[in-house]
């Protein structure tokens, strides 16, 4: 994982240095970022999904106000690189009842032994009894690790060197059962995808385990291969969690991550050492937020979803007929983009306008704008709090007399009418406003 961490932070490190961001820089941002995933055994089409995702939103998605072209791009490359290793929020599996069985499937040499006992040291500091019944008759020593796992995390534990593995389970359930476990893990023999036999014992186990849960053992050294063995034991069992084992110095580590998302299936673990309490829940926003390398990233995402927040408060009350002050004040600077008013005037069909008439248009437009300015935002979003007091602040800020302000807010208070009468039939322009 350390080379796919080292790659993104240089197309992070490349973002933030930069000195302008037009096309031709992000298009080359855009082609450093395809190198780093596809080193990382990212599927081929996964990125160039997210390369024409990223590619595409930041052409389209306006810049909020207050925000750099280098923080939207960061923001939207957070996103979607959360969007491929799951986009869902953290995963935890808690027990609904007790005792609460899982069932540990997976390919052999995928770590699910060492992984079996992570997870009972996991259930375990969490307050549960759990109890870890080895089903492997496979592997001659599975048996003796588990035991002495077991022993180690300090749980109960239930094994037979030898016999039919479905008969062993059901027999284990009941010994730990009677004993107490309130958790009890189940143990398979690791088994490979195109091997017959065992993915039908696999299915033999669920149906006599009757697990609260199916958790799979995937081994992120085998990259965007995982996806397919995923999927045949999905056909087999319920399958309900991943686990990814073996993230600790895995190159491949983001190809097994996406993979495994593009199935459908729920991550909830990694596993980033061999200690017993080497086993973490997978959260992708803060998996991704480390590749980022960016300790700041949480203050600048909160930014961008107080704006949101703001905006979509805003919409919503324009679908009722309502309007603040910050819409008119986002309208009028829009217009100044536009060019001069007597040319806007002609455009929306006026005509050609007298030089008078411009001249005082103009000079009205620039002294809102002003006046607008000097608003604090409480008090753009909610102009009936602007009392006497405030009315005086605003015009000695705005460099303008009470009487303008007072004009200011009569004339949004009949267009505010006017916009009510008329909420869901208006088009375009703010009705009863004279400049």
């Not at 299936?265 to 200690?275: L, M, Q």
């Not at 919503?316 to 829009?334: F, N, V, W, Y």
Request: charged share 30%; glycine share 8%.
């Amino acid at each position: 994982m350390e080379q796919l961490r080292e790659g993104i932070l240089s197309v992070v490190r490349r973002i933030r240095g930069a000195e302008y961001l037009d096309e031709r820089e992000v298009e080359s941002i855009i082609r450093e970022l395809q190198r780093v995933l596809l080193k990382a055994d990212v599927d081929v089409k996964l990125v160039f999904e997210l390369s024409e995702k990223l590619r595409k939103r930041f052409q389209s998605e306006e810049l909020p106000p207050g925000f750099s072209k280098r923080e939207l791009l960061l923001k939207l490359l957070y996103e979607e690189l959360v969007s491929i290793l799951g986009g869902q929020e953290k995963v935890v599996i808690k027990p609904a009842k007790l005792p609460y069985t899982i069932l540990l499937v997976g390919i052999e040499g995928s770590g699910k032994t060492t992984t079996a006992a992570k997870l009972a040291y996991y259930f375990q500091r969490r307050g549960y009894r759990v109890g870890l019944v080895s089903a492997d008759t496979y592997r001659p020593a599975a048996y003796e690790q588990l035991k002495q796992l077991a022993e180690k995390v300090g749980c109960l534990f239930y094994g037979e060197p030898s016999g039919d593995a479905v008969e062993i389970a059901r027999r284990g359930l009941e010994h730990l059962r009677r004993a107490g476990a309130q958790v009890i893990i189940v143990d398979t023999a690791g088994r490979h995808k195109d091997e017959v036999g065992l993915m039908e014992e696999v299915e033999l186990l669920a149906k006599e385990v009757e697990p609260d849960a199916v958790v799979m053992v995937v081994d992120a050294t085998q990259g965007k291969a995982v996806a397919r063995q995923a999927q045949a034991f999905k056909e087999r069992v319920p399958l309900g969690y991943i686990i990814v084992s073996k993230m600790d110095g895995s190159a491949k580590g983001g190809g097994a991550l996406s993979a495994v998302a593009a199935t459908g299936a729920r991550i909830a673990f990694i596993g980033v050492g061999e200690k017993i309490e080497d086993l973490e829940e997978f959260d992708p926003k803060l998996f991704v937020a480390r590749l980022l390398g960016m300790p700041d990233l949480e203050g600048l995402l909160r930014r961008f979803a107080a704006y949101e927040a703001v905006q979509r408060e805003r919409l919503r009350a324009l679908s009722s007929g309502k309007i603040t002050l910050l819409d008119l004040k986002e309208q009028l600077i829009e217009a100044r983009k536009m060019g001069p008013l007597g040319k806007l005037l002609e455009m929306v069909g006026f005509g050609v306008p007298s030089k008078e008439l411009v001249e005082k248009g103009e000079e009205n437009v620039d002294k809102w704008i002003a006046i607008l300015n000097s608003m604090t935002m409480e008090e753009l979003l909610h102009p009936e709090i602007i009392d006497r007091s405030r009315i005086s602040r605003i015009a000695r800020g705005s460099g303008t007399t009470p009487k303008d302000v007072k004009m200011l807010l009569e004339s949004f208070e009949r267009a505010r009418k006017l916009l009510r009468q008329a909420a869901r039939s208006r088009r375009g322009g703010l009705p009863g406003l004279r400049l």
